[in-house]
């Protein structure tokens, strides 16, 4: 009874669209950020070395390199924080988590990349083509909104 109330509380609160990405892929995170009362995104580009979890606990991690420094930052998948995740490139690799890339530097920590086949393909560059609509279609309502201020500032 309460698993099957705690399994629709979890789902309603999961996000409907998510982008496929393994360990190993080169992923461009886009992170909302709160400053005042103003939101701005926040772009941290990584490879995913671990992911852990399911359902809406599901997290990975990406790590960079910052000025010769490494840095690992963990993400909730489902999280609202989180506007969207690009996958920039996809990498060949044989483990679950690449752990052994913290001890790694320069160009030893580069990983083979992996080529999609066709329908993998056409999935990204559709998900390009839906992600670029609804950009425009926030610019466009943006932009409106701006005018209808300004034309009311006019008055």
């Given at each position: 009874m309460i698993n099957r109330f705690l399994a629709a509380v979890e789902q309603s609160s999961m996000k409907e669209k998510l982008p496929k990405f393994e360990i190993g892929d080169t992923v461009d995170v886009h992170v909302r950020i709160l400053e005042g009362d103003k939101e701005r995104i926040q772009i941290f580009n990584?490879?995913?070395?671990?992911?852990?979890?399911?359902?809406?606990?599901?997290?990975?991690?990406?790590?960079?390199?910052?000025?010769?420094?490494?840095v690992e930052r963990k993400f909730p998948i489902h999280s609202p924080r989180i506007a969207d995740i690009v996958v920039k490139r996809s990498g060949k690799v044989r483990r679950a988590k690449l752990y052994y890339l913290r001890e790694r530097s320069g160009k030893a920590v580069r990983l083979k990349e992996r080529f999609t086949t066709g329908a993998a393909l056409d999935d990204a560059k559709a998900a390009k083509a839906e992600r670029k609509a609804a950009k425009v279609a926030a610019k466009k309502v943006k932009a409106e909104a701006k005018a209808a201020a300004k034309a009311e500032a006019a008055k």
């Open positions: 990584g490879v995913v070395i671990a992911r852990s979890g399911s359902g809406t606990r599901e997290m990975f991690v990406v790590r960079r390199i910052v000025q010769g420094e490494g």
